[in-house]
């Protein structure tokens, strides 16, 4: 860590000069610590030789990648917090695109507006000889992988997330990363479903979209879930004690999905129970499968928070319109979320608008269809509308946090503390669990 150190030093200095704040030392080194302790988990030596990051755009995730005697290994994978532009390839400075192709890092940046920041070094080899065949000019620049939750044309990580690639590539070296940026993962999915969906969709995207199909031939994925086959017929209600996962579980086992899914909501925001993210993906996907909307919609979540190969922004926002297709206020609530976020791009083979007024209708849809009394498991229904209503009806907010929590859910008396502390918009259910 003596060097790590040291340059956390020198940012500190550089930073005085400029008047701006630099990334404290033991940020850094809690990052680092954060990855040798994943690389361990996954039986991988840290620091590696080599380090890739694939960023599918479509599914919202950056995935990292070790090298090690010219094997790549999985490691973990991050959110890409927010879209920018179209799916497609970047043509020309100002047009919002996050560029497809192969890149490395060109620079390192300590005093990024947001957070720390790389530098893709965009445009490359393949985007000049395009533009020059094309009559194009000013392709722009400045694409960076950075932290905070905005975009224009860039990548943005979160902090947490981006302290440690920053300093995974610091240790490693620039020349020994590689970042694949790709419209769809094209290791599942045909290039010409994603040649279909570009826009803009110059006369030489097939070529490039075969070019990544291949950049990303040696890194195969650990997990690759295929489509859920979920029933048409809808399941009767559960029956199981509200807030009782051994209930729920037992209940669950002989058949009856809609207590699969009670459990699996407690299993995967540790309600009443030890988080457990195994057996909530089990539990959800078993209930969804079996026709049930609610495990449909919380396996969305799951889609959205996993840290491995699982996340996947696309396949949340598919069984979140199936969820509140299928009537359940859930996932209508989650589906205007995954809009507000900018979490999606937009696909014609999908049923979402993401426009104002179609998160405002959303909203209203899952306002409608979620069960206020507050007793028993409606009591997460409650917690959900609380969410809804604030900040634009607070009182409102106040009242279904607090019948939440009488009613059991601990998510609600969560919500209900930080509207009574800091009187600030409560953090949705998403991002609690």
Known sequence: ???????????????????????????????????????????LSYPPQGV?????????????????????????????????????????????????????????????????ALQLDYPNAFDRARAVEDGRVRLGGDIMMHGGAVSDGCLPLGDDAVEEVFALTGRVGTENVRVIVSPLDLR?????????MADPRPSWLGELYA???????????????????????????ATCRAWDATDCVRRCETGEVASCARAGV?????????????????????????????????????????????????RAAE??????????????AILAKLCTDRLIYPDPARREDCSTAGVTEL????????????????????????????????????????GACQGGDPEGCQMLARLDDDGGAPQTIAAAR
């Open 188 to 196: 599942s999915i045909d290039p010409g479903r994603a040649l279909a």
């Open 266 to 314: 407690m299993y995967a925001g540790g309600r009443g129970v030890v988080a457990d993210p195994a057996r909530a993906w089990s539990l959800l996907g078993r209930a969804c499968e079996g026709g049930d909307m609610l495990g449909c919609a919380e396996l969305a979540e799951l889609y959205v928070g996993d840290e491995g190969p699982r996340r996947n922004a696309a």
């Open 363 to 402: 909203r209203k849809a899952a306002a409608a269809r979620l069960l206020g009394d507050c007793a028993g498991w409606n009591a997460y229904d409650c917690a959900t509308l609380a969410t809804i209503y604030y900040p634009g009806d607070p009182p409102t907010a106040r009242r279904f946090a607090a």
């Open 52 to 116: 890739a990051l694939i960023a599918l755009k479509s599914e919202a995730r950056v995935e990292l990648w070790a090298r090690a005697a010219d094997r790549w290994s999985f490691v973990r994978s991050y959110l890409i917090r927010t879209t920018s532009g179209q799916l497609g390839p970047k043509l020309r400075e100002g047009d919002h695109q996050v560029p497809e192709g192969t890149y490395g890092i060109s620079t390192r940046n300590s005093m990024s507006r947001y957070h720390l």
């Open 1 to 43: 860590m003596r060097t790590l150190l040291g340059l956390a030093l020198v940012l500190m200095l550089g930073a005085a000069t400029r008047g701006m704040a630099a990334v404290a030392p033991s940020d850094l080194d809690r990052a680092e610590e954060r990855l040798a302790a994943r690389f361990a988990s996954r039986g």
């Open 211 to 237: 070019t990544l199909a291949t950049a990303l031939e040696p890194f195969k994925l650990p997990v690759d879930d295929p489509p859920l086959t979920v029933q048409r017929e809808r399941p009767r209600g």
């Open 319 to 332: 069984l979140a319109v199936m969820a509140c297709d299928g009537g359940n206020g859930h996932g209508c």
